[in-house]
């Protein structure tokens, strides 16, 4: 059974840092990996999505890299902004019923 | 139009109600979901819809019923719920027309049933 593990659960940094999120899950057999947004009692937002024959994708300060066969993930987020503080999911597809398995999150608050 | 609305956004209800979600997306996508997500934990896939049929059950109760009457509109009949059904009731949708897929998720409704 496919398990998505994040770590770390929380983090607190300053504005302007660059970090790291990190996903990894057991069954290296995904079809793609999600990353998405969730700001408190809100749904969620697509921010990067990396297909199983992909490395890498950007979008802005945002860079997700995918290495399956370790089956591990990472969101690199540049320059963090207040406006970066959020919970942020990763997420796996494993099959072509598009089904979605999800990450407990990283809570991530970004301090002026 | 690319959003996906959800109503209504909050809803309380006691264990012998019945009530309805309602879920809604114009972007022409073929594919619709119900998560449920409880506090500090992540969304659970509830049902799947493809193509207005439904595709994937996840072992949820009877107690929840869902509903496709058109591409367009998911619904979620909820009757005699528990306590412990109280959570975030979250929305998606994909367009299932095109690889590869994102979901496009609504904002949620947040159920408390006492």
């Known amino acids: 059974k496919q398990e998505v593990t994040q770590i770390p659960a929380a983090l607190s940094v300053p504005e302007g840092e660059n970090l790291v999120l990190n996903c990894s899950f057991t069954?290296?057999?995904?079809?793609?990996l999600q990353w998405f947004r969730q700001d408190p009692g809100k749904g969620l937002t697509s921010l990067l999505l990396i297909q199983s024959s992909q490395r890498e994708q950007t979008s802005g300060r945002l860079n997700a890299s995918l290495d399956k066969s370790s089956g591990r993930s990472t969101l690199y987020i540049a320059a963090s902004q207040p406006g970066d503080s959020a919970t942020y999911l990763c997420a796996v597809s494993e099959d072509s019923s598009y089904k979605l398995i999800f990450g407990s999150g990283t809570r991530l608050l970004v301090r002026p | 139009d690319t959003e996906v609305t959800q109503t209504p956004k909050h809803l309380v209800m006691g264990m012998t109600n019945k009530k309805s979600l309602k879920c809604e997306q114009h972007m022409g996508h073929r594919a619709m979901y119900w998560y449920k997500q409880k506090a500090k934990k992540p969304p659970e896939l509830m049902f799947v819809y493809s193509y207005e049929k439904l595709s994937i059950n996840e072992s949820v109760p009877s107690r929840f019923s869902p509903e496709c009457p058109n591409s367009s509109l998911l619904n979620l009949h909820l009757h005699a719920l528990q306590p412990e059904d109280s959570a975030l009731y979250l929305c998606?949708?994909?367009?299932?027309?095109?690889?590869?897929?994102?979901?496009?998720f609504g904002p949620g409704t947040r159920l408390l049933v006492l």
């Open positions: 069954d290296s057999a995904i079809y793609n």
């Open positions: 998606a949708s994909s367009p299932r027309t095109r690889w590869p897929e994102t979901q496009y």
